[in-house]
């Protein structure tokens, strides 16, 4: 998974600058309407499925599940919105949180994978526990508007984003040093380092 990471370190970057353009869109329009939100979302989602379906196409057999299910549920949740525009606030409210948890849970369940192999895999728990929160304040908390949804989903999205675009930094920069961010730092160069991990 390391290893795939930072051979596709731009597949996180692109799904990290998708979700801070969402995000600008939503604060920078609050006054948006339910219809233009949800389709706002529904590209977004979609976007996401399709890139996360791309990584698990890539990844290794062993790390496919997680990459599978975010992909497949990103790109039904995107359609499913994008079909059903005019949706009430509750309906979208309902299919954003279920997207953020399940999301979040994959996307944590990764960095549980990663934690012996690299520095920085915090980025991606603190992605994943942002969405799992935000999916459940959103279940929560009664928002009544699509302004309040537009700057709750707006915020998320661009901190979301942020933190993806950092690790797909920190994952660039582990490729090009040839295992910089290894769990152990530099003493893993010498003989053989370059190798398979």
Known sequence: MRDYLAM????????GAAAVLFGFVAL???GITAIALAAAFGVYALVDGVFAGWAALRAQEDDRIPLVSEAVLGVVVGLVVLAWPVATV???TVLLGLWAIVTG???IVTA???RREIHGEWLYIFGGALSVAFGLVIW???FGSAVAMSFAIGAYALVFGIALIVLSLRMRRFSQEGGGYLRGGPAAEGPGAGGSA
């Open 140 to 142: 929560i908390v009664p």
């Open 90 to 92: 509750l309906v979208l």
């Open 105 to 107: 849970l994959f996307e």
């Open 112 to 114: 549980y994978r990663l």
């Open 28 to 30: 920078l329009w609050p």
């Open 8 to 15: 596709h370190w731009w597949v996180l970057a692109v799904r």
